[in-house]
């Protein structure tokens, strides 16, 4: 009986490590890869030309069908409240690379300067369209509506956390998150996002999206639900054993970020200022 159990084992056993036959149409997730190819990275021109990124943006449509690149206003501002020297954006191509678009450049083609939002950490700026870019726009039709967004609401957080992307082709980084608390101005996800993140996209992520089940009342569609703005963190503080008194402090992430809800977009891109631009460009 034992040799027969043995051996009952040992087929399945080698089936279990046989390579199975795999189809490319079976997937493994339900996220729409797609999104990955509206993320940009923001990067800066040092005065040795160096290229170096420093944060995340996006890119969607505006009424009139032109391009508009969104990340957070700490991403593009200066200390002063100025726009940042060298911007530059990494625009990826079909050929498998990338080419660097200065923001001097966009300005001397006609696509103006960043446009900030008075009331939240979200800024626009207009890009021109490249025949050979690999690239896609979110048209607002996908944001999600404020109204809809509540504690639970399962997302989805793409970027460039610690400027980790390629030289040639730049793919975001996705971190699972969700809505842990949600304020009339912004929300707090339950999810880490580090130096980088910022300007990013969070993307409400569907839970229930298997076969044809669909649940009444329920959103079963990918959308933007906002702008990543910063990580919160926490203080925490090293004490001396022989004073008592307080010696070193250390901040750490608290695995909670805060969040610019997308109708601040919607808000800052229906702006006469921008509006007038964008109609300006046709």
């Given amino acids: 009986m034992m040799k027969r159990i043995v051996f009952v084992l040992l087929v399945l056993g080698s089936f279990l490590c046989r390579p199975q036959d795999s189809s490319t149409t079976e997937l493994t997730t339900f996220f729409n890869q797609q999104w990955l190819k509206a993320v940009v990275s923001i990067e800066v021109i040092n005065d040795k030309r160096e290229v170096k990124p420093i944060g995340t943006g996006f890119l969607i449509q505006t009424d009139n069908n032109h391009i508009l690149l969104v990340s957070a206003k700490h991403v593009v501002n200066d200390e002063s409240n100025q726009i940042k020297?060298?911007?530059?954006?990494?625009?990826?191509?079909?050929?498998?690379?990338?080419k660097i678009i200065s923001d001097e450049s966009l300005f001397k083609a006609g696509c103006g300067s960043w446009f900030l939002s008075k009331s939240a950490d979200v800024a626009v700026r207009f890009l021109y369209r490249y025949p050979d870019s690999d690239v896609i726009t979110i048209p607002q039709a996908m944001f999600l509506k404020d109204e809809n967004v509540q504690p639970g609401t399962p997302s989805l957080i793409l970027g460039f956390p610690?400027?980790?992307?390629?030289?040639?082709?730049?793919?975001?980084?996705?971190?699972?998150?969700?809505?842990a608390l949600k304020t009339p101005d912004y929300y707090i996800l339950d999810g880490f996002a580090?130096?980088?993140?910022?300007?990013?996209p969070v993307v409400y992520m569907p839970s229930h999206?298997?076969?044809?089940?669909?649940?009444?009342?329920?959103?079963?569609?990918?959308?933007?639900?906002?702008?990543?703005?910063?990580?919160?963190?926490?203080?925490?503080?090293?004490?001396?054993?022989?004073?008592?008194?307080?010696?070193?402090?250390?901040?750490?992430?608290a695995g909670l970020c805060r969040v610019v809800p997308s109708s601040e977009i919607i808000k800052l891109i229906n702006a006469e200022d921008v509006k007038e631009f964008d109609k300006s460009l046709q």
Avoid: C, H, W
Wanted: charged share 20%; aromatic share 8%; hydrophobic share 35%.
């Fill in 194 to 200: 580090f130096p980088g993140n910022s300007g990013g």
């Fill in 162 to 179: 610690m400027g980790l992307r390629s030289d040639d082709y730049a793919m975001p980084i996705l971190r699972s998150s969700l809505v």
């Fill in 209 to 253: 999206q298997i076969g044809g089940i669909k649940l009444s009342n329920y959103i079963d569609k990918q959308m933007l639900i906002g702008v990543i703005s910063s990580y919160i963190p926490y203080i925490d503080t090293a004490v001396s054993v022989q004073t008592k008194r307080p010696r070193i402090t250390f901040e750490e992430n």
């Fill in 85 to 98: 020297k060298g911007l530059a954006y990494r625009i990826n191509l079909q050929s498998g690379k990338s």
